[in-house]
């Protein structure tokens, strides 16, 4: 049997939601690496993954909560990795968006699983403590998927505009396909919002216990998260891993104390590009598939956006992804049952 070539790309917060609740329990497949998961978090005297996974119902203020939900995506993420089938699949590169770079270092093999989980709970914690800033979401594509440059240039004006304002802050977080994820303070996303046309009935989108990732707002947490997560944690990477740059980490060429300065660096302090990432991917590595892992099912927009974006097999819209999607699919999402059984 010819295996499939694949990138594995992780999700990143906002994905363990009220459907995703008893993930671990459904799916995770190494049980004594959870137990130790959870013994690192009793050691802290946090509540274990096992008992939020497994909460008779989902609460929002206790599930999205940096410390909480940190640890169960990474956890849900990693078990998704482990799951995937080797004989079938031949992954050949991993990639994240936003905290899924934490579990890409992790599923890449430049982080024990142990020690990834270390970095998101830490990191995951940190940010919580802060809890500086927020994030809000705005798309700059139609229903059709199709770029729009001028819409996005437009919006990133306004963006810096409302930041020379005096006691507003407001940068770009993450750069999502179609969508722009902004980090501000109070002051500068209240003003963005105000700014901008509803769309769709639902943008723009405030996060909730989301801090202002991916900005120099969060310098306090970097510097706090370098003090106590020490470079000799990562290693060689086993997969190619391509960052929130698009720049990629190379197995037996990586300088790891680089790979260190910038995870708890530029990963936090600077926006973070996952649709470069995606080209890179897509170009460097032409797989047949990309596989996102759960938990949730709301990357694989995002991921169809920005390859349409590259011009990947030439898709220019929505329509071209879904007639490409029905006659040889390109992108498995394994938080979606039907999906998620054609790659185990």
């Known amino acids: 049997m010819t295996r ?119 990191m995951g914690t940190l940010m919580q403590e802060a809890l500086i800033g927020g994030q809000t979401l705005y798309p700059f594509v139609g229903d059709d998927w199709q770029n729009d440059p001028a819409q996005k240039a437009d919006l990133m004006a306004l963006v810096a505009e409302i930041d020379t304002r005096p006691g507003h802050a407001l940068t770009l977080s993450i750069d999502l396909g179609g969508m722009l994820v902004l980090a501000g303070n109070d002051e500068g996303l209240k003003a963005f919002e105000a700014s901008v046309p509803p769309v769709q009935g639902r943008f723009p989108m405030r996060l909730q216990n989301h801090a202002a990732f991916h900005s120099a707002l969060q310098a306090p947490v970097a510097e706090k998260g370098r003090a106590r997560l020490a470079p000799s944690l990562f290693g060689q990477p086993t997969l190619p891993m391509v960052d929130g740059r698009g720049t990629i980490w190379w197995p037996g060429a990586t300088d790891t104390e680089r790979l260190w300065d910038y995870t708890l660096g530029h990963q936090v302090l ?75």
């Open 270 to 344: 600077e926006p973070y590009d996952f649709t470069t990432a995606i080209r890179t991917a897509a170009r460097e590595f032409a797989p047949d598939l990309f596989i996102i892992t759960g938990p949730g099912t709301t990357l694989g927009g995002a991921v169809a956006q920005s390859l349409i974006l590259a011009n990947w097999r030439n898709m220019g819209s929505k329509a071209d992804f879904q007639s490409l999607q029905q006659s040889a699919p390109l992108l498995a999402s394994m938080g979606m049952e039907d999906q998620r059984a054609t790659v185990l």
């Open 4 to 122: 499939k070539t694949a990138v594995v790309i992780c999700p990143g917060r906002g994905t363990y939601t009220k459907t995703e609740l008893g993930y671990l329990g459904r799916f995770f497949p190494d049980r004594a690496l959870l137990a130790r998961f959870d013994a690192a978090r009793a050691a802290l005297g946090q509540e274990t993954l096992t008992a939020l996974d497994s909460a008779p119902a989902y609460s929002v203020a206790k599930h999205t909560r940096g410390d909480n939900a940190s640890g169960l995506i990474f956890a849900a993420t990693y078990g998704d990795f482990l799951a995937i089938n080797r004989d079938k699949i031949d992954v050949v590169a991993v990639t994240g968006n936003s905290m899924g770079w934490y579990s890409t270092l992790a599923c890449g093999g430049a982080l024990a699983p142990e020690a990834g989980f270390e970095v998101v709970n830490t």
